[in-house]
């Protein structure tokens, strides 16, 4: 019996030990990934820094300049836009490293499942933050501009302060846009069901006026820009979601029943 129980506790540990070391080789070429990308992306920082800021910077007024106010800031924060611009690329690699530890302990169905959702996830967090690029930060810059003439002030910002701004604001919108995910999830796993999801509609209209007004600048336009998409996705996840909905059998058993009543 002692033996027994010894080759089994020394299986399990030699089990535990495979996966730590497989979760280690799985880290390391996640993050060889994002490094070739940044390595190949270094040289352009600057423009990389440009190109982040243009919406910014097309809204300061003729002869407007962003500012420096940290000495190693002009060098450091191109480099983090640029180290986020190699993630956002390799995101795909880092995700298949993630799929391919998880995959081998998934039921089939599991997998069929995980695959579409994990695709979805990236393309609407990129759809997200493309959203606060083009749409949210050109609004929101012209807007704040506008009230720097009356008071006879010059909008100057600091590039570090913007990138924190940026970041922010790209995290809180790609994070909205994956709404409908977790509505889906939620509803597939049985957590949730579609029918309580739709009841407390109400309830997430209030708390996504709340949430953006915690996670946006003090202003109702941005506000607006974060909550109203995030009601919309909240619809599009209900919809969805109809398509993942586990049918309960009993339902279906009386259902026909019924009919043939």
């Given amino acids: 019996m002692t ?28 993050g060889l990934a994002v490094i070739v990308v940044f390595a190949c992306l270094v040289y352009w920082a600057p423009d990389i820094f440009h190109l982040f800021a243009q919406p910014l910077l097309n809204a300061l007024p003729a002869g407007g300049k962003m500012i420096v106010t940290d000495v190693t800031g002009s060098f450091f924060v191109p480099m983090k836009v640029t180290m986020l611009a190699a993630f ?8 298949y490293q ?7 302990g998934l039921y089939m169905h599991e997998r069929k499942l995980i695959l579409p959702l994990v695709v979805s996830s990236y393309t609407l967090f990129i759809v997200g933050m493309a959203f606060a690029y083009f749409l949210v930060f050109p609004t929101v ?22 990138l924190s701004f940026a970041m922010t604001s ?4 790609g994070i ?9 999830v939620l509803v597939r796993m049985g957590m949730v069901t579609l029918a ?3 009841e407390i509609r109400p309830y997430v209209i209030v708390g996504a006026f709340i949430i953006a007004a915690v996670v946006t600048p003090p202003d109702v336009l941005s506000q607006l820009l974060l909550a109203i998409p995030m009601i919309v996705l909240y619809e599009i ?8 909905a586990p049918k309960d059998k009993e339902d279906q058993t009386s259902s026909t029943s019924d009919s043939s009543i």
């Avoid at 956002?88 to 995700?95: R, Y």
């Avoid at 993630?98 to 081998?104: E, H, N, Q, T, V």
């Avoid at 909205?176 to 889906?184: D, I, L, Q, S």
């Fill in 3 to 30: 033996e027994n129980h010894s080759t089994e506790d020394s299986g399990l540990q030699e089990s535990f030990l495979s996966h730590l070391f497989e979760l280690r080789d799985r880290i390391i070429k996640a």
């Fill in 88 to 95: 956002m690329i390799a995101l795909p690699v880092v995700m």
């Fill in 98 to 104: 993630l799929w391919a530890f998880i995959a081998p």
């Fill in 141 to 162: 810059f012209k807007f704040m501009a506008s009230y720097n003439a009356p008071l006879g002030a010059e909008m100057s910002t600091d590039i570090d302060n913007y």
């Fill in 170 to 173: 790209f995290l809180a919108f």
């Fill in 176 to 184: 909205t846009f994956e709404v409908p995910v977790v509505v889906v």
């Fill in 196 to 198: 309580k999801l739709k």
């Fill in 237 to 244: 996840g209900l919809l969805a979601a109809r398509l993942y």
